[in-house]
């Protein structure tokens, strides 16, 4: 059997069951739902960071879907930091292991997701060193338990549109009830990244209209120009995420994105260190598709 085990836990979430569990437990419990949304949700984009900065988000996403119908079957979308990744990356059967225990991939939907597109593949060590899913799934195991789930890498091509249409095809046609999140970061800039915006508060500023450029696609479902604009501006690092989860998204029925709340690692390291010399700042945003 497939187990993909857990690299982040200890760093980007707590690596003990009791504590990741009470830590995910208290991000989703400081949700509070928007009233005013659609009650037919498709999908959502999330964040990826270690939990202290997009934890929040990633729950907003997560719950706000759930509410709108309970999560049973998820397809992931994640990015690709490590260079894995040339197709539709699906990870077919098994479990994915964190510190509360397993959660199994549905094969079912894995094996028809193989067999409905050439751009989908069968290949789970494209995802052994890739944390942008891994991250989302406790989070899911707390919030719904009984839900399975099937993880697809999505490179940054222009491949990315064409397997997020084969994905909603087979979601609309034959599995109504499953989602679509993707999983991405928006701009990084400073520390180790290009200061293209300056320093400081005018690094946070620059990024935040970066990010915008990048929002209004995805509000837009212009699945087709988000990877050209990550490529241009730097304002994702998994555009090939995103691409695919609007292009599946609107494949399903969405006509529209909507952003449920957007911050970045500036704002958030700031608010708590207000003389914190560190200005590196990264997006992040919580995204549902109606």
Same mark, same amino acid.
């Given at each position: 059997m497939n187990i993909r085990q857990p690299i982040r836990?200890?760093? !980007?979430? *707590?690596?003990?069951?009791?504590?990741?569990?009470?830590h995910a437990a208290k991000l989703l419990d400081s949700v509070t739902l928007r009233d005013d949304l659609p009650s037919r949700l498709y999908g959502g984009l999330l964040p990826h960071a270690g939990w202290?900065?997009?934890?929040?988000?990633?729950?907003?996403? $997560?719950?706000? $879907?759930?509410?709108?119908?309970?999560?049973?079957?998820?397809? $992931? @979308?994640?990015?690709? +930091?490590?260079?894995?990744?040339?197709?539709g990356e699906v990870y077919p059967s098994g479990v994915w292991r964190t510190p509360m225990g397993d959660v199994p991939v549905n094969q079912q939907l894995a094996s028809a997701l193989i067999d409905s597109a050439d751009c989908l593949r069968a290949n789970p060590e494209a995802h052994s060193r890739e944390h942008?899913?891994?991250v989302q799934v406790p989070l899911i195991?707390? @919030?719904?338990? *009984?839900?399975?789930?099937?993880?697809?890498?999505?490179?940054?091509?222009?491949?990315?549109?064409?397997?997020?249409?084969?994905?909603?095809?087979? @979601?609309? *046609?034959? !599995?109504?009830?499953?989602?679509?999140?993707?999983?991405t970061? @928006?701009?990084? +800039?400073?520390? +180790? !990244?290009?200061?293209?915006?300056?320093?400081?508060k005018a690094g946070e500023q620059y990024t935040r209209a970066n990010d915008r450029r990048m929002l209004d696609l995805v509000e837009a479902l212009d699945a087709e120009a988000v990877v050209s604009e990550s490529a241009? +501006?730097?304002?994702?690092?998994?555009?090939?995420?995103?691409?695919?989860?609007?292009?599946?998204?609107?494949?399903?029925?969405?006509?529209?994105?909507?952003? $449920?709340?957007?911050?970045?690692?500036?704002?958030i390291v700031h608010s708590l260190y207000p003389d914190e010399a560190d200005d590196t700042t990264v997006g992040y945003a919580a995204v549902v598709f109606a």
């Open positions: 836990a200890g760093s !980007f979430y *707590e690596a003990s069951a009791a504590s990741c569990k009470h202290m900065y997009s934890g929040a988000l990633a729950a907003e996403t $997560l719950k706000t $879907l759930h509410a709108a119908q309970p999560l049973e079957t998820i397809v $992931l @979308l994640g990015a690709d +930091h490590v260079g894995l990744v040339s197709q942008s899913l891994e195991q707390v @919030l719904a338990p *009984e839900a399975q789930i099937v993880p697809i890498a999505v490179p940054p091509s222009e491949s990315a549109t064409e397997i997020g249409k084969a994905i909603g095809r087979v @979601l609309a *046609e034959q !599995f109504p009830n499953a989602c679509v999140i993707g999983s970061d @928006l701009t990084h +800039h400073g520390g +180790h !990244f290009p200061t293209p915006g300056g320093h400081g241009a +501006h730097q304002n994702a690092c998994g555009a090939g995420a995103i691409a695919a989860t609007v292009a599946a998204c609107k494949q399903m029925g969405a006509t529209r994105g909507i952003c $449920l709340h957007y911050t970045n690692s500036y704002c």
